[in-house]
């Protein structure tokens, strides 16, 4: 596979952009591991093999455990997620898949149960950003694989 162009280079202004609601969302109050998490699955949803890679190492770097990583695409049939890390998976599936029936009263309602008002524009904010990101790393083939995480510590969602 042989990437088709770099956004970072060839769209700086809208990049720039983008990664201000990165910063945004970074600094939101959300915890950086459930955003991570709901990244990651979006991306597996998506198929994005760059973001997939660097969500996986970013989680990893976080401490996040290989059991959670592995059963994530199970996570309804797993025991491992709480109940705002469920609600924020359901949300982020029925935002990604919106085509698929909109989003239902249902996820909203279990959403609302765990998260605020705020924090709720907040994650779908997020949805939103890496549905965006997985859009142009795939349109773009980004090559995965090369991406390294940032200290652990230090590290919040990048895309």
């Not at 945004?24 to 959300?30: D, P, Q, S, V």
């Not at 890679?53 to 797993?78: F, P, V």
């Not at 349109?139 to 090369?146: C, H, L």
Request: aromatic share 8%.
């Amino acid at each position: 596979m042989t990437q088709r162009l770099n956004a970072f280079e060839v769209a700086q202004g809208p990049i720039k952009a983008m990664l201000g609601l990165e910063a945004y969302l970074a600094k939101c109050g959300l915890e950086a591991p459930l955003l991570h998490l709901l990244k990651l699955r979006v991306s597996q949803i998506n198929g994005c093999a760059y973001c997939i890679d660097m969500h996986w190492k970013d989680l990893m770097a976080g401490g996040e455990t290989e059991q959670r990583l592995y059963m994530l695409d199970a996570w309804r049939e797993s025991p491992f997620y709480s109940d705002r890390e469920r609600a924020a998976l359901a949300w982020a599936e029925a935002v990604t898949l919106v085509t698929e029936g909109h989003v239902p009263d249902e996820v909203f309602e279990d959403a609302r149960k765990q998260f605020s008002e705020a924090e709720l524009a907040n994650l779908t904010l997020a949805v939103v950003a890496i549905n965006g990101w997985n859009r142009l790393n795939i349109a773009f083939r980004t090559i995965p694989g090369s991406y390294q995480p940032a200290v652990a510590q230090a590290q919040g969602p990048r895309h």
